[in-house]
C-alpha cells in the first residue's frame, strides 16, 4: 500500500518534498516503488520488517528515503510507532489441503493490516489532500490453488471500490495498481514451499491433486519466466500519485490486460474458460 500526504502534514518535515508511506519494501514491488518515489524527489517512509532491511536501505544513499522499522502488518502493535514516525507472498495448495495458520497470517498481513494502518493515517491523508493506492493482483478470477492469494485481492478489491465511495466527499482517491506477472521473491518461495508441503500432506490425500499440481507447477515455472520487472510497477505508482485526475484502476505486468479483459466477461463465461484449463 502506498499513502500520500503533502508537506503541510501537521508536525512533520519534508525536505524533499510530498511525504509517502510505502509497506512491504524489503524486496520487490514496495522496494521498487520506494526507491522509484524517493530518486523523484518525494520522501518516502519505506516500511520494512527486519533491522537488517533498514542498512540495506540506508547503503542505497538516497538521502529522501527514510527506512521505518518495524512494520509487520501482521502485528498490529507495530502500528502506532510507525504512524508517530510519519507524524504486504501467498502458498500453492488446493483448498482442502491449505495450512489454516498460514491462511490467517495471510489475511491478516494483507487485509487486516492495510485496513489498520489505512485507519491511522487517514486524519493526516485527510488533511494532507492525498491519496491512496493498493497494489493487487487482477484478483477477480478464481485461479485454483492459488486461493490464499486471490481471496486476499477480491477482499481488497471491494475495500478499495467501497472506500472511494466513502472518501468521495474528500475527493480523496482510493486507486488500485492491478499488477499481472512481476518479478519477485515470493514465486521462488512459493514453489519452495509447495515441494516442502508435497512431503509432509498425508500421501492418500494428496494423491488426488497429484496431477493437477504437478502441471500448475509447470505452468507456473513458464509463467516465471515471463513475469515483468518490478521497476514497471513503480512507474505506474509513479504516474498514479501525480495525476491530476488519476484512473481508479491501472494494469501492469504480464497477463495483466488479458486478465482485465476476462473481469468484462460474465462470471459464468469466466468460470467456463478457467475450468477448461484445469
Not at 498490529?76 to 498460514?102: F, N, R, Y
Not at 471500490?161 to 475527493?171: D, F, T, V
Request: hydrophobic letters at 40%; aromatic letters at 6%; one cysteine or more.
Amino acid at each position: 500500500m502506498v499513502t500520500r500526504g503533502s508537506k503541510n502534514w501537521p508536525d512533520t518535515t519534508f525536505p524533499n518534498g510530498e511525504g509517502m508511506s510505502v509497506t512491504g519494501c524489503s524486496s520487490g514491488i514496495g522496494r521498487a516503488v520506494a526507491v522509484h518515489l524517493a530518486q523523484r524527489g518525494f520522501t518516502v517512509f519505506a516500511t520494512v520488517r527486519k533491522l537488517d532491511d533498514v542498512e540495506k536501505l540506508r547503503e542505497l544513499k538516497i538521502p529522501n528515503l527514510l527506512p521505518t522499522y518495524p512494520l509487520d502488518l501482521s502485528k498490529l502493535d507495530h502500528l502506532p510507532g510507525i504512524v508517530q514516525t510519519v507524524t504486504g507472498g501467498g502458498s500453492i495448495a488446493p483448498i482442502e489441503l491449505m495450512d489454516l495458520d498460514k491462511f490467517r497470517l495471510e489475511l491478516e498481513t494483507r487485509i487486516l493490516g492495510p485496513v489498520a494502518l489505512l485507519q491511522s493515517f487517514l486524519p493526516l491523508i485527510r488533511q494532507g489532500r492525498g491519496r491512496i493506492v493498493w497494489i493487487v493482483t487482477p484478483g477477480l478470477i478464481p485461479i485454483p490453488y492459488v486461493s490464499s492469494i486471490h481471496a486476499c485481492d477480491f477482499a481488497v478489491n471491494c475495500l478499495a471500490r467501497a472506500h472511494q465511495l466513502e472518501l468521495k466527499q474528500w475527493r480523496i482517491p482510493s486507486i488500485q495498481i492491478r499488477c499481472g506477472g512481476i518479478k519477485t521473491a515470493a514465486p521462488g518461495e512459493s514453489t519452495r514451499e509447495l515441494e516442502e508441503s508435497l512431503r509432509q500432506w498425508p500421501k492418500e490425500r494428496v494423491g488426488v491433486y497429484a496431477h493437477a499440481l504437478q502441471k500448475e507447477q509447470e505452468e507456473f515455472a513458464v509463467f516465471d519466466t515471463k513475469r515483468t520487472d518490478p521497476e514497471e510497477v513503480a512507474k505506474v505508482v509513479h504516474t498514479a500519485l501525480c495525476a491530476g485526475k488519476p484512473k481508479r484502476t491501472y494494469k501492469v505486468g504480464y497477463m495483466a490486460r488479458a486478465a482485465a479483459m476476462l473481469e468484462l466477461l460474465p462470471q459464468s463465461a469466466v468460470d467456463q474458460i478457467m475450468a477448461k484449463r484445469t
